[in-house]
């Protein structure tokens, strides 16, 4: 029955659509969560990094173009606030509270407008314009680029106001969800989705050897990747024990993978897409599986869904019964009217003369076929004649991708001999890889673009005829049409400028020069551009545009894990601060990246943990480059709980005070949130903030220090230790709290308090000397908790309405057997 039904589905989009919608909708889900748990300690007033300067920057309506973001729409909302708020902050939190609500009506199903997706980007673009240095990761480019495409693969916008524009057949204006076939806009942003995919890979592969790491080109990455890693995972420990040669094999074939692979998503063949399509999601999760990496495998996977036809999807990746508990539209293809003659079936009993003349003498008014129909609908698994095994359709479907997976495989073996991967050293050169890619790259580049023009200027027409023909019919109303096919020109247009925003930055990642129209009309002819040069959209279209809309993140280009770091060793900083009762150094305990040689690496991802990434990168620098690692330093020195929140514990606070406490319970957090609430609005007043810090007096460090390790993973798993650090050395020296007050003026942090310190113990403050802060009151909002209980209820009321509706259609079936 399932093949019957995926076969049905063969060449249909409906379910790759869905799932591609519904997985950025789930994307944004992570960021804007991961996001909002971290503004508190990163950008409020209290964080390291700031944003009301910027904020305020970007609130201006007049500097739209040049910083686009969603601040100024909502800025309005703070002139209806007391000045005790923290306005960065606020205005933050709810640009990510409206982003999850969002992201998760998308990720429910409960709508796809493009409009709600517009939003989510902008929201999302917004983030990223006051991120600053937290928030410069290739994959919050990505989800944006992806954002951005999922837009003009939603519904159209003006669905919103379906009871205003309706038209007299019931037909929404400018919907085409209720036809089999796939629209052509639609035809269009999937093939702009499967050149992001392209693009990503490719470039991902061509840059590590571009480089010229030589571990790349010797095949001795992975050697170190796993332990040096931004976030390693338990199981990176195991991968990095892994023998040599295996560890060879998996760099090989990374690059066969992104190289050479990536390319058959270009295939018109669905076999051979499916197969490349294979391979891109196995790199995905073997990464996903040794690595925290957030979001970014999840959404290179949706990526990939988009590739697979409806029948792909049914029969291999989503069963149908999740798809109909998630609300997907599965629909078959109509069956034929009854007026249609019916033809006879090849796998079904012909009807004869002789057994509707004894039908008739028994009195059965039914004939023969009829009777053979039932029977045939009762039982799905008699079939006449019966075929032999190996000629069923399922059978040699799957031969096929098994035939062509083999012949993918050997050319990998081709590529990548054995005894080649064994000794380290690779067939080719880098003058072999940049003929390769000169050549191949122009050539995808323009197939893809001039279909995607051809296929959407004739889609356009045929459209316009059909609605002529269904306007002529009064199926629809004359608003509808014209609504259907404007957004379509709309959605295809802008896909192909998109596409063409995109070619300037993948060139340029490539090392390449963009080429125009121009270039043929040099003397001579060079052998080394594809005769399709000519074939290229002027300069204005490509570089351009991309000038134009570079604001906008509409496109960058991708090149992950260029050159490989922490060969012989991870460079790794800790933070030590100086406890005078005790009179030794105490660290403090990061919650994902590697700390002590017995902590057990920690498993970070869907979750991002921006402090902890930015910890990484700065070990390979300077703190003189890094303001905010300087920042944390002198609120740690205060133990400022704020930027204890962003650590696992702190050495110098109580196990059981809040900010030492890295898991968040529901109750507390909603009391917190109460008891701010109701002093803003005249109540008992709440404990206040103070400036930059709020210090606990029961112990603070005499003087805190940063050293620099080099962290390796143990040879052996010898009483649970997972690392050897060695060759400390000094990355910022020992400081105390007076000597970053002039640096502080510098960099303009807020006025902290200046304890007077006796023998290194801290004595109590005046309290008048401290200047009132303003006050986060989305600080201790509960939303991880509150998402889960949406979830739960939502889920379980779609659970109980499948089943009842399973159980109204097996009393209608009874009814009709007792009819019968």
Known sequence: MAGSIAAEHQNLWRISRFLFIRGVGICYLIAYISLFVQIDGLYSCNGLLPAERHIKIHSSLASFATRPSIFPVIAPVLDLLPSSVDQGAFLMSVVCLMGVLLSLCVALNVTSNSAVLFVLYAGYLSMLSVGQTFMHFQWDILLIETGAI??????????????????????????TDTSLREPVHHRVVRWLVRWLLFRLMFASGITKLYSGCPTWWSLTALQWHFQSQCLPMPTSWFAHKLPGFFLKMGVAGTFYIQICVSILLFSPWRVARHVAVFFQVALMVLIAATGSYNFFNLLACVMCLNCLDDKAIL???????????????????????????????????????????????????????????EAHENDDNETWPIKPFW???????????????????????????????AQGRLRFNIDDLRRFVVLVVPTLTLTQLWVMIVGGAVGLIWLTVHQREELAQRRISRWASVGTVSWALFVCTAAIALFLNSMMPFYQGLEMEVPSVHGTQRRGRDLSKPALYFLHPPELLT???????????????????????????RPELTIEGYDPERRQWLEYEFAYKPGREDTRPAIAQPHQPRLDWQMWFASLGRYQENGWLVHLVYKLLHNDPHASRLLKSNPFLPKEHPANTHQQHMLPLVMGLWKQLVGLLGGPKASEGKVGVIEHTERLPAALRILKWNYEFTDRWRTHEWWNRTNPAIYLHEVRKEDLEELREGQGWPQLTKPTIADGINVNTDPSELTPCPINIFENFPVVELLLTVLVLVVSRRFTNVLSSGGGRQQTRRGKEAAR
């Open 315 to 373: 029969s291999c990746v989503v069963p149908k019964e999740l798809l109909s508990l998630w609300g997907c539209p599965i629909t078959s293809p109509p069956s034929p009217s009854p007026s249609t003659p019916a033809t006879t079936s090849p796998h079904k009993p012909p009807s004869s003369k002789r057994g509707k003349k004894a039908a008739a003498m028994n009195g059965d008014s039914r004939t023969a076929t009829t009777r053979a129909d």
């Open 150 to 175: 999922a837009i003009l693969y939603g519904d159209c916008p003006l669905g919103l106001l379906k009871k205003l524009i309706i038209s007299p057949g019931g037909t929404d204006y400018g919907r």
């Open 391 to 421: 000629r069923r359709p399922e059978v040699l479907e799957v031969g096929t991708y098994v035939l062509v997976a083999l012949a993918v495989m050997g050319g990998f073996l081709v590529l990548f001999p054995l005894d080649h991967v």
């Open 543 to 569: 570089t351009g545009l991309h000038r134009r809309t570079a604001p906008f993140q509409l496109t960058a280009s991708y090149g992950l894990f260029r050159r490989m770091t922490g060969v012989g060793g």
